[in-house]
């Protein structure tokens, strides 16, 4: 599904409403998609209330976003619902369809009200006694910080927080910047978001993506042409590409069909890296991982994990050592790929190893934490005779592009794109709406995950995860994407057992069974 600026979805407004499809109906379908996830939302959280008993609230602002909730107003109220509207505008200074839509709602008797004639004790009355409120107050037309009645109004709704009603955003929830999921000053959060045609930037990004709640999509007559023809190839990632994009197992595959994994990790002190992403990477579908590792600790990773192959490498003070090279270039020629970092430590030794890794080897190669941190010259990446997908956290980001943190935070479709652009790779900017980008310009935000995956180690899961993807003869763009969603859907189902606070990295690991079960 296409993630769109407030620019493009309103060049695809503008296309159909100029190709002859009147403006009054986009905005009807709209409405109606709101009105229809409204009652859903009644229906399961006040099963047992009469429809006229049941209290909606609409705040109506006066752009297109109020437009829509006023079309929707009436169409409850021809449910046989009764909405009950503030304006946060004089209704009798609505322009064009808005107008219309007034004039139809007040034809259809919708009781309605100006928040300038409420006190505020009758206004936050109302607020407090509604059992929906409706937010159609702004959507992507905001401009700069909040003002006048929209700003009082969110305001007073967000200090009584705690006795505040069901919330339904209108497109966005007002506040929240379309473009790039700023907040204007203040913002309404919502626990469900009905979006028109497409998701906006700002629903999927961070902070806005906190204010959204529960996203629904809705089709309002906009055709998928001129969708895709004004979006940047920027899609969001769900269940739906998940089961799409899967890899195939065969009937009659042995474990040599199903990819054989190298996984270069570990060090003296961290052992547990690489028998995490090993695991991940077993558990994701590969037929056969090998653990090429420092001949130290080589003995005590294999008996931790017994179906792991272990391939001792020379190493020097607990770490691989440069002089492996030789060894594992060998052992390249056996496998599907090689995936190289978790706890690699940091050294000249795996600087220098690195470099001849991107000089000399041709097979996909995807490098994560120490392998990321040991780059010294991005020359290497674009001129590497393989496919790379590299997993960089924010941190190793700034480190590899000297860009700061805050900047890639605020700027994460962009950087991971530039990025991937400029230097021929598939890219992972882990972290909250992890962006994987394609060197072509194609890009998914994922929307699984939660914040207990902040832990040591989950990294490490996903390296596993994506390589096993890999060597099932996915692309690299897929596999990396797909890789990121099963990781975030496995986290969630973990955290739905062990809360936030306490999950750790293998808990991700011991429900990827569960995710792989939802997929078939
Ligand atoms: N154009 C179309 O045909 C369609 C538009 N749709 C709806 O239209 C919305 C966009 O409509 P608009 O472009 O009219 O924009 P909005 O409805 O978001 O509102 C823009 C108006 O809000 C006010 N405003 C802007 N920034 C503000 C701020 N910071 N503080 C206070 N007031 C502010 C301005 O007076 C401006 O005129 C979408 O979000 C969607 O809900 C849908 O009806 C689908 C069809
Ligand atoms: N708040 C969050 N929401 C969703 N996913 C998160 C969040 N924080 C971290 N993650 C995910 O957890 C993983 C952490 O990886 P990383 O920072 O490399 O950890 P480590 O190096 O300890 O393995 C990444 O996949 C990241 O996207
Ligand atoms: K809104």
Not at 227 to 240: G, T
């Amino acid at each position: 599904m296409e993630v769109l600026t407030p620019q493009m979805m309103a060049k695809c407004d503008r296309e159909t409403i100029d190709s002859g499809y009147p403006e009054i109906l986009l905005m009807e379908a709209a409405a109606y998609g709101v009105a229809r996830i409204a009652v859903e939302i009644l229906k399961k959280e006040f099963e047992f209330k009469a429809k006229a008993e049941l209290k909606l609230t609409f705040l109506v602002g006066k752009g297109n976003n109020g437009g829509d909730g006023l079309a929707a107003a009436r169409i409850l109220k021809n449910w046989g619902y009764q909405p009950e509207i503030i304006f946060s505008t004089e209704a009798e200074k609505l322009k064009g369809v808005n107008s219309k839509n007034y004039e139809l709602a007040s034809l259809n008797q919708v009781k309605y009200y100006h928040f300038s004639d409420l006190k505020e004790a009758q206004f936050l009355s109302k607020i407090e006694n509604s059992d929906l409120i409706i937010d159609a107050l702004l959507g992507t037309g905001i401009k700069g910080e909040l003002r006048g009645n929209i700003k009082n109004i969110i305001n007073l709704i967000n200090q009584k927080r705690q006795s505040k009603p069901l919330t339904l955003a209108v497109d966005i929830p007002s506040g929240v910047i379309g473009e790039n999921g700023r907040i204007a000053g203040e913002a309404l959060n919502a626990d469900y978001t009905v979006t028109m045609a497409a998701y906006k930037r700002g629903l999927l990004l961070y902070p806005g993506r906190d204010y959204c709640g529960q996203i629904k999509v809705v089709s309002i007559g906009i055709q998928p042409e001129t969708i895709e023809k004004n979006s940047d190839s920027l899609k969001a990632f769900k269940q739906q590409e998940a089961v799409r994009l899967k890899p195939d197992r065969i009937n009659n595959g042995h474990k040599g069909s199903f990819g054989k994994v190298a996984v270069l990790a570990g060090s003296r002190g961290m052992t547990g890296a690489p028998l995490l992403s090993t695991k991940a990477a077993l558990r994701s579908g590969s037929g056969l991982v090998y653990l090429l590792t420092a001949e130290e600790i080589e003995a005590q990773t294999s008996v931790q994990l017994e179906e792991v192959v272990g391939i001792p490498l020379v190493s020097k003070k607990g770490m691989v050592s440069a002089n492996s090279f030789p060894q594992i270039l060998q052992f390249s020629k056996k496998v599907d790929l090689l995936a190289a970092g978790p706890g690699l430590g940091r050294s000249s030794e795996i600087s220098d190893l690195m470099e001849k890794i991107l000089k000399e080897l041709e097979l996909p190669l995807i490098l994560d934490a120490d392998a990321i941190n040991a780059i010294k010259n991005l020359e290497l990446l674009k001129k590497y005779k393989g496919e790379l997908i590299l997993t960089p956290h924010p941190g190793e980001m700034s480190a590899l592009t000297g860009i700061s943190i805050e900047e890639i935070n605020n700027n994460r479709i962009e950087v991971a794109r530039d990025f991937a652009e400029e230097h021929g790779v598939n890219l992972i900017l882990k972290g909250a709406a992890t962006i994987t980008a394609a060197p072509d310009g194609r890009a998914y935000i994922n929307t699984s995950g939660c914040n207990g995956m902040a832990t040591a180690g989950s990294g490490d899961v996903l390296t596993g995860i994506v390589s096993a993807l890999k060597a099932q003869k996915m692309s690299c763009f897929e596999a990396a994407a797909l890789a990121v969603y099963l990781h975030g859907r496995a986290g969630e189902i973990a955290a739905a057992k062990t809360s936030n606070y306490a999950l750790i990295a293998s808990d991700i690991i011991d429900n990827l069974p569960q995710v792989w079960q939802s997929l078939e």
